[in-house]
């Protein structure tokens, strides 16, 4: 029998090897290296499925890219995150169904944030204004090949994934929907049995996948540290495209630093995006406040919009009793970015507001009718977070 410790091998190393950056944070506490773990756990499952289900280009598939475990680069639990390794001068048809999602994106990319250790470049977008759908809501997407009507985005030899977002306003009621991939510029034989070379193959594929995006995220985070305002963000704008920004997006994004015993309080004037949101993310892996149970994230549809037509969000560790809290669940820094999508205007939202304030007085920053939220009405909520995700990932 052949050795088959080979590609394997390197995947246990390369374990290691991230969990040696997880650790070597100073200052990091028990609390923190919990969430390091399982921010790991993540990573394993992203990339052995990755490498496994979507890396051979003659027979691609869509993998989910995030979910309630795999959260990594400051993602928004609002977008469903898919991605199709592809060959860059091959011709491919996807099929899929627009739905009710308020947004949808298709990006061709050289490669996923963190893949050999950079951004990515863009090589083309398709965003859902632009998207044209059959009357029962079916579309057909060509990727690559001579230009023809209807869908077709341009490939070149750089473009190695085929990148999907599609946006969620209100979890209770959108829906994500499938697609399917297939190559259409050649035959596609019937396979046999798996080589063992390329078993290990795809074993060392994710093992070096896994390595890149770790060390590129730590990287990323760490500087952000040092480069981003602290609780004061700037007015949103639209990303520029070589940083992997949603196409169209207007976004603005900082630190917060919420001390024990205090909230930060955040005013957002009213534009006519069609979907808003903030999430929190972690102040050394990157990623979401686990956002299944905990409330760290809000989109405008789950949002109350206060007596004088502004939304008020109020950062803290413990409950304070308005509608709009972010759980920072005792994190006492992190990340935040402001999310706003399909403007019919155009109109740049403003620049948010911001107030560091005891928390025993955070109702004196609310209209004086702002409703309470009882323990009971906070249990339901989270109770019916935790079912629409459930739900969504399904």
Not at 79 to 103: E, F, K
Not at 177 to 201: F, N
């Amino acid at each position: 029998m052949s050795d088959i410790a080979s590609g394997y091998a390197q995947f246990l190393e390369a374990a290691r090897e991230v969990e040696a950056i997880i650790r070597a944070h100073p200052g990091t506490t028990d609390a923190d290296l919990a969430e390091g773990y399982q921010y790991l756990a993540g990573m394993w499952i992203f990339h052995v499925e990755r490498a496994f289900k979507s890396y051979d280009l003659d027979r691609p598939a869509f993998v989910r890219d995030m979910d309630n475990v795999r959260t990594w680069g400051l993602p928004t639990p609002d977008h469903h995150y898919y991605s199709a390794q592809i060959d860059g001068g091959g011709v491919y048809r996807v099929l899929g169904h627009r739905g009710n999602t308020v947004d949808y994106c298709f990006e061709l990319v050289s490669g996923l944030a963190g893949d050999d250790g950079v951004v990515g470049d863009r090589i083309g977008a398709l965003e859902s204004s632009r998207l044209e759908i059959e009357a029962d809501g079916r579309f057909e997407l060509w990727i690559g090949g001579p230009e023809r009507p209807g869908n077709w985005m341009k490939s070149d030899d750089r473009a190695r994934c085929l990148f999907v977002r599609q946006t969620v306003n209100d979890w209770l009621t959108e829906q994500p929907t499938p697609m399917l991939i297939e190559r259409m510029d050649q035959p596609v034989p019937v396979p046999r049995r798996p080589a063992l070379a390329d078993v290990q193959q795809l074993y060392a594929v994710a093992a070096r996948n896994m390595i890149d995006q770790v060390k590129f995220l730590d990287d990323f985070a760490r500087n952000w540290t040092k480069v981003l305002p602290l609780n004061d963000y700037p007015a949103p704008t639209v990303g520029p495209a070589d940083a992997g920004y949603f196409p169209g997006q207007f976004n603005t994004k900082g630190r917060w630093e919420v001390p024990e015993g205090q909230a930060l309080v955040i005013t957002i004037e009213p534009c006519d995006a069609k979907y808003q949101s903030l999430a929190l993310a972690h102040p050394r892996w990157f990623n979401s406040f686990i956002p299944r149970s905990v409330q760290s994230s809000i989109t405008g549809a789950q949002s109350r919009v206060s007596s004088d037509g502004r939304f008020r969000y109020v950062l803290a560790g413990e409950d304070p009793g308005v509608w709009n809290w972010l759980d920072t669940t005792g994190v006492e820094s992190g990340f935040i970015f402001m999310r706003f999508q399909q403007l019919a205007s155009g109109v740049p939202p403003r620049k948010p507001l911001t107030k560091l304030v005891p928390l025993a007085t955070v109702k004196d920053e609310f209209p004086a009718d702002e409703p309470r939220v009882t323990p009971e009405e906070r249990l339901a909520t989270a109770r019916l977070r935790r079912l629409a995700a459930d739900r969504r990932y399904f």
